[in-house]
C-alpha cells in the first residue's frame, strides 16, 4: 500500500495505458489513442512541473526570501512585483485561474486571482511618521484583490518562470 | 547645584552628566541603608526566606532579618547583606532594594494570592546618559519546595490602559498619572514641579488581576529617574519605589503609599478580545531592550545664524503637502479681493489686501510699506476662515495664523516664531485677540475671543492620511500630548509639548500644539467638534527653509478626564 500510495500519476497513468491496451480493438485507433496519452501524459508532466515551480516561488514571496524568488527568474527585472508585497494567497472567492500550455510546449501563462498584501513605508515628512519609525511600526498595511499573472518558459533546463506581474483585479 | 526639581520645562534643564564613579558613591550607602519611607515598612517579612525563579532572568534568594535588612544570592553567587524596603498592598507584596557595591538593584512584587512574581532588574549605567535607570522585567514565581511549578506568569498588558490617576504619595508628592499608551505614561508633577506642563516616559504595564496592576516609568530624556509601583484600581491606592537622580543629582531612593483620585477611563481601540501588552516591537533581543522617543536626537538643530540663513528660502503651501494634510480641506478663495485690518490688544495692527487665492499683500500698522507674500486660506464654520503666512523681514521669522470670524468680527492671531534661547529654529508661540475692520463686518470691539479650558481632559483621536494618526490628550491648559498606534490600535510612542486653547464660538476651538525637543514643528489648528475635522497650518524651520503648511485630519472622541479641579490649582 505504501508503494501504491507513492506512485506517481504518471506512472498510475502508464499503467492504466497498459490496462487498457487489451481493450483497444483495432491497431489505427490503438496507435492514435497511445500518442493521444503520450500528449496527455507530456501536458501532465508539464502541468505538473509549473505548478512546482509556481508553489515554490510564492512560497518564497510569501516567507519574504524575495532573493530566492528572484533567482528563480532569467533578471531581476522579470519579476515585476513592488519591494511593498508581504504575501499573495489565492483568493478562494475567485474561480480558480487556468494554465494556459503553449501546443509547441515552450511557454505557459496562469492568471490567478489573489489577496495580496501590501506594505508601503512612511514618508518621514512630518513627527507621527517619524515617531512610526522610531517605533518601528513605520508602514502603512493594506490588502488587495489583485491577478497574479505569471509567464513560464521552457529552457535547455526545463521550465522556469520567465516573468511575474501584478494586475489590477 | 540647583534645585532638585527644575523651574524650567523639564526638556530644557541642562541635567549633569553624572559618571559611573558618582553614582556609585551615592548608591553607596543607600544600599546599604535601604530607601527610605514615610510610611511605616512592613514587617512581615522578618525572619523569613524567600526564592524567587524567573524565566531567563534572575534566580533570588532571600533571608529577610528584619523589616529593612536583607541578604541576597543571585543565583549560585554568595549572599550580600543590603538594606531594604517592602510595603504591602492587599495580597500584593512589593520590596525594593540595591546591591551594594554595584549600580544594580531589583525591584520584585510578589502576588501572595497566586505566589507569581514579576522581577524588575535595574541598573545605572546602561545607556550613554548613565544617570538614567536601566530595567529588564522577568516574570516568575516564588519557590516553594515540595509545589508545583506554577505554569501561569502575570504578563504585560493593556488592561491599564486609558486609566488616570490624581496620585497623592506619602511624601506629599502629588502628581496626574494618565496611561493612554501601552508603551508610555504621561504625568504631570503637581507639587514637584509647577503642574503646567505634561510630560511622557516610557512605560511598562503588567497585570496582577483585573484590579491590580504595576506601572513603571523611567524619566528618559529628563532626569532618568525610575518609579514603580503597584496600584489597586479600585481601593485606589498604590505601593511602590522612585530610584535615581534628580536635578540638583541627589538621589532619591525610597518606597511609597499613595492614595489616588479616578480621573476617568478613556477609549481603547484594540480589537475586542487582544489583551496583550508591550506592543511596541523591542530593536533587539539585548537585556532590557526598548524602544524609547528621543526625538532630540535626531532634531537638526541650528544656531541662530544658521537659522537666519534656512529662513530666507520659503516653503510655503507647496503643491505637494506632508502626510498631515491627507484628510484636510482644500483651500478657499473666499479672501480673495478683500481687504482688512486687524487691530489686536498691545498695538499691534496688521493691514491685510488679499489679491487673489493665495497671495496677499500684508503692513504692519496703516502707512507702512505693504509686502506681498504666498498664503493659504481654509474655510471650517461658516463665515471663520483660518489663513496664514509668514512675515518677510521680521527677526525672528515670525509665522501669523489667523482665525477670522467675520460673524462677530473678532480675529485671533497664533503668532509662531523662531530664536528661543534653547533651540533657533524651534518654533515657539503666542496668542494675540484682536478685532476685524472690514467693510460689512460689523465688529463689537469689547469682546475678544478667549483661551478656554474646555478641552481640558479631553482624548481626540486624528486621522491624518492612511498611517498617520494619533491621539491627543490635553493634559493641562497649556499642554498637548500626542500618542501614536501601533497597527493593532494599542497606544504607542508618546510626546508632548506646549499648547494653547481658544474657544472662537460653542464647538470651536483655535489651539496650537508646539513640538519642543522634538522637531520644531508648530501646528495650529482649529478644531470643528460637530464636524468632528479640523483645518490647520503647520510652521517649521529646517536647514532646507522655513515652511508653512496645511494641516488637517479626522478627528474621534476618545473620552476625557475629569482633571479642570486641578488646572485651576496649577
Redesign the interface.
Known sequence: MTQDLNTSRRSFLKGGAVIAAPLAVAMPSAVLARDTREQDLAALEDERTIAGLRDTWLRHVNNGAFVEARAMMPSTAACRLDDGICSISADQSAAPGALTIAEDRQTAAQQIHCQVAME?A??K????????H?????????QEKQSLQLSFARGEAGWAISEASLAPA | MGTPYPTVPLYRYQYTKLTEQQILAALTSKAKAGPDSASPRYDGLAGQSLRIVTDGGPDLSYRFANANQLAVSEGAAGAVEAGYGALMLDQVLFISHLIPGTQRGYVVVIDQATNLATVFDLWFSGYQDKREVMRAVFFGYVDKPGSEVPTARQAFTNRAEGKGFHWTQDTGAETLEFYPSCAYSHFVELTRLDGEIGYCAPSDYVKISEHSYIYTRTESEFSGIFTAYVMDVDRQEQVGVRLGFNAADELEFYVFRGTGQWLGQIAQFEAFGDTSGAP??R?DDSKGSR?V?R?IH?FDILTKEETAVAAKKHKLFEARP???AGNGSPPTNWLAGKSMTIRYDGGMTMDYQFVSADVLRWRPGSGGRWIETRYNAFSSMPGVILFGHVLEGAPDHDGHMVVVDFENGLATCHNGYLNNPYIANEANARTHFGYIEMDGVKTDKSKRHSFTDELLGHCVTWN?S?????MHLYSTPQTVS?I?F??TGHG??E?SGGAAFVKIREQLYFNYWL?EA??G?MASFLFDMRAMHDVGI?YHCGRDGLSMGPVGAHARHAGSFDIKRFARKA
Request: hydrophobic content about 35%; overall charge neutral; charged content about 10%.
Open positions: 508601503t512612511l514618508e515628512d512630518c513627527t507621527l511618521a517619524l515617531m512610526a522610531a517605533q518601528g511600526t513605520g508602514v502603512v498595511r493594506r | 511596541v516591537p530593536p524602544r522617543y526625538p535626531t506632508s502626510g498631515m491624518y492612511p498611517g498617520i494618526t494619533s500626542w501614536i501601533t497597527p504607542g510612542m510626546w513640538e522634538c522637531n514643528h503647520g
